[in-house]
């Protein structure tokens, strides 16, 4: 579901605010995309999972359990692969983003959070 434009506004706010009284929470809870998982590793761990199950099978088939450990072990290397983040190069903040707090600290957050709820509540009235 769609937010409306105002509540987009209102959650642009919220963010520039928490950006500006706490930027390393900011940053520690910013969804970027280059940390989330990726489609190519989900297919190649996939493709390697499946590998590994294969030899796995024909470890059992041939009643070799070298073989069958092997399997099973590139069977785990590949659900490991798969379900890993790629380590990427550590990004700097943006020139847009305030990096000291602008207003009285925390406080201003709240009140300011605290305005926001009490003018919802008068306009629901």
Do not use: C
Not at 82 to 101: N, R
Request: proline letters at 2%.
């Amino acid at each position: 579901m769609a937010l409306s434009e105002h509540e987009q506004r209102l959650l642009d706010q919220l963010e520039q605010q928490l950006h500006a009284d706490d930027p390393k929470f900011a940053h520690s809870m910013a969804s970027d995309t280059r940390k989330a998982m990726s489609t190519r590793r989900l297919v190649i761990g996939s493709l390697i999972t499946i590998a590994g199950i294969l030899v796995l099978l024909a470890g059992i088939t041939y009643q070799n359990i070298f073989i069958g450990v092997a399997g099973f072990l590139v069977m785990g290397a590949g659900v490991y692969f798969a379900t890993t983040k790629s380590k990427q190069v550590e990004v700097t903040e943006p020139a847009g983003k305030p990096t000291k707090a602008t207003s009285g600290g925390k406080s201003g957050f709240m009140s300011g959070l605290e305005d926001k709820w009490d003018e919802r509540k008068r306009d629901q009235s």
